[in-house]
């Protein structure tokens, strides 16, 4: 027995007698493509080919297709090919492959590159259509299960509302303090590094104070959250949506906004507004620290420094948004998670999307907010 | 001695598998012949697809040996493919990838050879079990429970192992599919002469396909040879199993 492939090619007058030899298995499969396109010159030079398989000591699909592809070639052009010697154990096999790839597929055309970018943008325009679609139906929704819920109180998912806030809130409580008491160090320490070459260390305090409580705790906060607690609203439904559980739901003639939904987002709602406070109380504590140890300032004079230069005016501008943007997470990552479809590819691409989206959201919905407190004097 | 390793695929002596202090198999000894087609029977949850992923290496085991075509095995699963393929239960399709490239996976994984080759030798796996060119491009997602299943045996057969496992072929498939594939695994099992192991519960499957089928219960095997010698079988469960009310009306059928 050969442990190696081999294929003789003998040619005798114009046919040519092809004999296989050893294991055409698909173990030897480089060995056995190189034989086969060494022969394809003889095979479409001689008006007749005879494949004598006595000499195959074993066979699988790969070798009989490569063999019943030559015998192709040879009669593709009109020619003769025939196969002798086909031991007993191979003619099932070598007869199965005859049926085989008989219908040639339609080659896929290329498309247009251009047009395939045009088309991309035209779907992007009409997806973002469909995405403006999707929030304002959901948000909708929401308000809708709201009502339902106002008008029969026993009707609100306690349990689940209680267990979200445990899992989005308490539960998120000592990453946002670590994060954000490190943003509030960092902002101290750039502001008493560069604000000590005109000598105007003092306004440090006002720059920690105001950027903290107006812009960066909550933002910082809410970025968090949209990426620890909106991936995990997004794929939590999606894996439900996928293992039919929501479907499962409305069969029950239970309204899944209510149910699984109206609880998260509520919970948001009520969690970021709080973790953007201890945030921002952590910030200031963070930039007191090193007032402190770098900037040589004593604690009770940032105390009575933070005191002068900030208002509760400034607390409300921070606050006020948390609810919004808790409810712009909210509402993207449960209508990203209710978007994918049965692959696991489509899961996380959702997940990607839902926490992506947020974010955007999120800054942008903090850029329209410091237009309009600007405007109203805030 | 020496004859029975030559004529056994599989060989599993006293093999021993538990989940902390519950065990699962308790010294359990069984042989897959050489070209048959081995049925496994038994409780739900009582230990078949234990056996099967142990054969396979999925699940590391306590006690003695398995041998696969006379080679024993290793906890390790490298090369794992050329020796058996697997039909998992609900198809294990990998969902990011085409019917073509599924095919293609162990293929391309294993072997060096041309695309254009390799295009043909997917197609040919899907034409041999029953589907057409046409959906190779669709994604396991777009697929019925008979084709993925179809697809997943392609997968499965894409190296020509030797071995064959199927893990409940035929659940979810309606009687019409369910008939068809066991004539597709009797064809391709004479066509590419496998030692076919499967899981089931099919008793039609059972009766037509399976030149022997094991029960399994009580974590061993407590029967085991043609489906006319198990029906004769004394052991408690086996007769419930067989003689149960189900199975009565089946046999009494097909009479």
């Given at each position: 027995m050969n442990s190696e492939p081999l294929l003789l090619a003998t040619p005798s007058g114009d046919v040519l007698k092809l004999r296989p030899e050893g294991p055409w298995t698909a173990a030897n499969v480089s060995v056995l493509e190189t034989l086969s396109r060494s022969v394809g010159a003889d095979v479409d030079r001689s008006s007749a080919v005879t494949l004598d398989m006595s000499g195959v000591s074993a066979l699988d699909t790969l070798g009989a297709w490569i063999l019943e592809k030559l015998s192709r070639r040879a009669a593709s052009s009109g020619r003769s090919a025939e196969f002798v010697g086909v031991a007993d154990h191979f003619s099932g096999l070598m007869a199965e492959v005859r049926q085989v790839n008989r219908r040639t597929p339609t080659p896929a055309t290329a498309p247009n590159p251009v047009l395939l970018r045009l088309g991309d943008l035209g779907k992007a325009t009409v997806g973002a259509r469909e995405d403006v679609t999707i929030f304002l139906q959901m948000l909708g929704a929401l308000f809708v299960a709201l009502i339902g819920v106002l008008r029969r109180?026993?009707?609100?998912?306690l349990t689940s509302l209680v267990y979200q806030l445990y899992r989005i809130g308490w539960q998120a409580i000592p990453i946002v303090v670590l994060i954000t008491f490190l943003i509030g160090a960092i902002i101290a320490q750039q502001g008493f590094f560069h604000f000590r070459r005109f000598g105007a260390e003092s306004y440090t305090v006002d720059m920690v104070g105001i950027l903290v409580l107006r812009e960066l705790g909550v933002l910082i906060v809410a970025i968090m959250v949209a990426g620890r607690s909106g991936s995990a609203y997004t794929a939590e439904l999606g894996s439900m949506k996928m293992r039919e559980e929501i479907d499962a739901l409305s069969t029950m003639g239970l309204d899944p906004v209510h149910v699984l939904i109206l609880p998260r987002v509520a919970a948001l709602v009520i969690a970021l507004p709080i973790l953007a406070f201890i945030g921002a109380v952590a910030a200031l504590y963070g930039g007191g620290l090193v007032a402190q140890f770098y900037g040589g300032m004593a604690p009770a004079i940032y105390i009575a420094r933070l005191h002068e230069a900030i208002s509760v005016t400034h607390f409300e501008v921070g606050i006020l948004k948390a609810p919004f943007m808790a409810l712009v997470i909210g509402i993207v990552a449960c209508s990203e998670g209710l978007r994918v479809k049965g692959s696991a590819e489509s899961l996380g691409r959702q997940t990607t999307t839902s926490v992506v989206k947020s974010i955007f959201l999120v800054i942008v919905l903090d850029g329209l907010f410091a237009i309009f407190f600007a405007s109203i004097g805030m | 001695m020496d004859e029975s390793q030559e004529v056994s695929a599989i060989r599993v002596r006293d093999l021993v598998v538990g989940f902390g202090r519950q065990t699962v198999l308790d010294h359990l000894s069984l042989d897959v012949r050489r070209g048959e087609i081995l049925g496994l029977v038994g409780a739900s949850g009582g230990g078949k697809s234990v056996l099967m992923r142990t054969i396979i290496g999925l699940i590391p085991r306590q006690g003695r040996s398995i041998e696969v075509m006379g080679q024993p095995i290793g906890g390790r699963t490298e090369g794992a493919a050329t020796t058996w393929g697997i039909l998992f239960q609900q198809g294990a399709l990998f969902s990011s990838l085409t019917v073509r490239q599924n095919v293609q996976f162990p293929l391309r994984e294993n072997l060096v050879l041309s695309q254009e080759l390799m295009d043909e030798i997917a197609i040919a796996k899907l034409e041999m079990v029953g589907l057409r060119a046409q959906d190779a491009d669709k994604y396991p997602s777009e697929l019925s429970g008979g084709m993925t299943k179809r697809v997943s045996l392609a997968r499965a057969l894409a190296l020509d192992p030797p071995i064959l496992f199927l893990d409940e072929p035929t659940s979810g498939l309606d009687p019409i599919a369910a008939g068809d594939f066991d004539a597709l695994i009797r064809t391709l099992q004479k066509t590419l002469g496998l030692t076919v192991f499967m899981v089931t519960h099919d008793l039609a499957s059972l009766t037509t396909v399976c030149d022997r089928v094991a029960a399994l219960a009580d974590g061993k095997i407590v029967a085991i040879g043609p489906m006319r010698e198990l029906l004769q079988s004394e052991h408690p469960w086996v007769r419930a199993y067989f003689h149960g009310k189900r199975s009565q009306m089946l046999q009494h059928q097909m009479r």
């Open positions: 109180p026993r009707s609100l998912r | -």
